[in-house]
């Protein structure tokens, strides 16, 4: 069990790690927050004091509130601190065997009751946890960024851990007035496995020259009701990180041309072209006049958002299927995890899973790949009359 008022240890003081601390000092718990490289912890604690000083400028905080959390995370240069820590988190660079070294050193200093934790996006937990002598006290627990303002949390165990560690754990981050969502040590956990749709499908449909990127975007967000188009969010993510997780899942999942990478997007990424950071992706950042207008056709929007959409139930179906997560659980983490509008289940229940099917199906029909192969578990369900939400 991890005690309510275990000092937490992150290790990473990037964009993860230092919003991780965030969360943890803003509900009382001691931090260390440790960094291999001294300008990192400068550069983070900065960045926090500036965040922090918007909220009491905002009124969402009150000065004493604000210096409660700073004086409560305690930045590091070396780990020796970690030994009185009930929880520690690492979320430095993602490289395993950087990973497994910063883990086989850490166990040598905590104490034996210790959780130990990974925040990565894309590696496997049992991969990770072949560096430690006790795997039993180590689990991936996926925060989404920013961390603070991100409900979500995965909570990822891998095939050593035990179940206890895993429910303690999970009751002790929605402690920290997260929602936590459960699923299998598999690539891109639930989140990420799940969205690939929403970036290829719109890649692939631009790629055929069915609408250009502020078409798509126009058609998922008034249509759709995404918070954000696919392209604006693949310029925002970055389309270096965006094609290296998708590159990243293709591969862990031995190739499948599900999650095949696109052309368009390796070649953004090849000429620099990396979205907002470098001033210029699908979109130009830089002269707002080089972009253009969407075509508001509503038919064209309507048939591009029910593509991208189908696509994106089919492959929550599979997450389902596969044991991944439950229905709920699924349904939670887009909902939380990247802002959908709505559960994909939910939607495919309010859709009607026939009419899914039928999309799905068509778009097999049409092009004869297995990419839009419709999921077992979709077909099985309308055999049988089944609806994933029953009254
Ligand atoms: N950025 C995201 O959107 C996001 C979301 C969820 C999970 N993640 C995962 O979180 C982790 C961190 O990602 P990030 O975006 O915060 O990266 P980042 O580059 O912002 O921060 C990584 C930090 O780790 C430090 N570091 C590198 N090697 C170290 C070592 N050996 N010991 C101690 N510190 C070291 C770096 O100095 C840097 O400050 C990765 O595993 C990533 O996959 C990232």
Not at 51 to 68: F, H, N, P, Y
Not at 93 to 108: M, N, S, Y
Not at 125 to 134: C, E, G, R
Not at 157 to 172: L, M, R
Request: aromatic share 10%.
């Amino acid at each position: 069990m991890i005690s309510n008022d275990a000092k937490i240890g992150v290790i990473g003081a990037g964009t993860m790690g230092t919003g991780i601390a965030q969360v943890a000092a803003t509900q009382g718990h001691h931090v260390f927050l440790y960094d291999a490289y001294p300008q990192q912890l400068e550069k983070s604690k900065a960045g926090l004091e500036s965040i922090l000083a918007r909220q009491v400028e905002k009124e969402r905080m009150t000065q004493k509130e604000v210096d409660g959390i700073l004086n409560r995370i305690n930045f590091v240069d070396n780990i020796t601190g970690f030994g009185e820590c009930g929880f520690v988190i690492e979320a430095i660079v993602e490289d395993l065997d950087i990973k497994k070294d910063t883990f086989a050193r850490l166990e040598g200093i905590v104490s034996k009751d210790c959780v130990l934790a990974s925040n990565t996006s894309s590696l496997s937990v049992a991969a990770i946890s072949s560096a430690l002598k006790k795997p039993e006290r180590f689990l991936g627990v996926h925060f989404f960024n920013p961390a603070p303002l991100m409900k979500l949390v995965e909570i990822i165990p891998g095939i050593a851990t035990d179940k206890q560690v895993f429910e303690s754990t999970k009751t002790f981050i929605k402690s920290w007035d997260k929602i936590t969502v459960s699923g299998k040590d598999t690539p891109g956990f639930i989140v990420n496995r799940v969205a690939r749709p929403f970036y290829g499908e719109a890649l692939r449909i631009y790629e055929e020259g069915i609408a250009d990127a502020a078409t798509i975007d126009w058609a998922m967000k008034e249509i759709g009701g995404f918070r954000m188009g696919p392209f604006e969010l693949m310029d925002l993510i970055g389309h270096d990180v965006n094609y290296e997780v998708t590159s990243t899942v293709f591969e862990a999942f031995y190739y499948d041309p599900r999650f095949k990478p696109s052309f368009a997007q390796k070649r953004m990424v090849e000429a620099g072209w990396l979205g907002r950071k470098s001033g210029r992706g699908f979109y130009n950042y830089n002269d707002d006049t080089k972009n253009p207008e969407p075509t508001k056709d509503k038919q064209l929007g309507q048939k591009i958002f029910n593509r991208i959409l189908t696509m994106l139930i089919n492959e929550a179906c599979d997450a389902v299927f596969m044991n991944i997560a439950s229905v709920e659980d699924v349904d939670l983490a887009m909902q939380n995890g990247v802002n959908y509008p709505k559960g994909l289940l939910q939607w495919a229940d309010e859709i009607g899973l026939k009419n899914v099917l039928d999309r799905m199906t068509a778009l097999q029909v049409e092009y004869r790949e297995d990419r839009y192969r419709p999921n077992p578990l979709l077909k099985k369900m309308v055999a049988d009359g089944k609806s994933f939400y029953e009254e």
